[in-house]
């Protein structure tokens, strides 16, 4: 009777410690998981900043020329104005297909690309 309460008492020890290391586990793949995602983020939330900055010098350099070439410059600033206003008018129309569903698909991608990994090996 010891014998077989000594072997339950050790298969109950190594249970817990498998139950211990798996959750270990769900807690590194949920951190790495995160991780990306939050670096994906920043690196977006950088890479749109930059191509904000990038319009905007565009949009003067344009308004400017156009300016120059109609002898107005005021003129040529409402013309540059509704022009970045009807690319805006555009892009809201179509962001589900621009904008949403390609973010949603990358970030699906970053949660679940360990996922498939784990599924061949």
């Known amino acids: 009777m010891s014998e077989t309460f000594k072997k339950a008492e050790s298969l109950v020890s190594e249970l817990k410690?498998?139950?211990?290391?798996?959750?270990?586990?769900?807690?590194l793949s949920i951190v790495e998981k995160l991780s990306k995602v939050v670096t994906y983020i920043i690196m977006?939330?950088?890479?749109?900043?930059?191509l904000l900055l990038f319009i905007v010098l565009?949009?003067?350099?344009?308004?400017?020329?156009?300016?120059?070439?109609?002898?107005?410059?005021?003129?040529?600033?409402?013309?540059?104005a509704f022009i970045v206003l009807l690319l805006g008018f555009i892009l809201w129309i179509s962001k589900n297909s621009l904008l949403r569903k390609p973010i949603t698909n990358k970030l699906i991608k970053a949660l679940f690309e360990n996922d498939h990994q784990?599924?061949?090996?």
């Open 17 to 27: 410690e498998y139950v211990n290391t798996r959750v270990a586990q769900v807690k």
């Open 118 to 121: 784990d599924e061949k090996d």
């Open 58 to 80: 565009l949009t003067v350099a344009g308004a400017i020329a156009v300016g120059h070439w109609l002898d107005n410059m005021w003129l040529g600033f409402l013309i540059m």
């Open 44 to 50: 977006a939330f950088v890479l749109a900043l930059v």
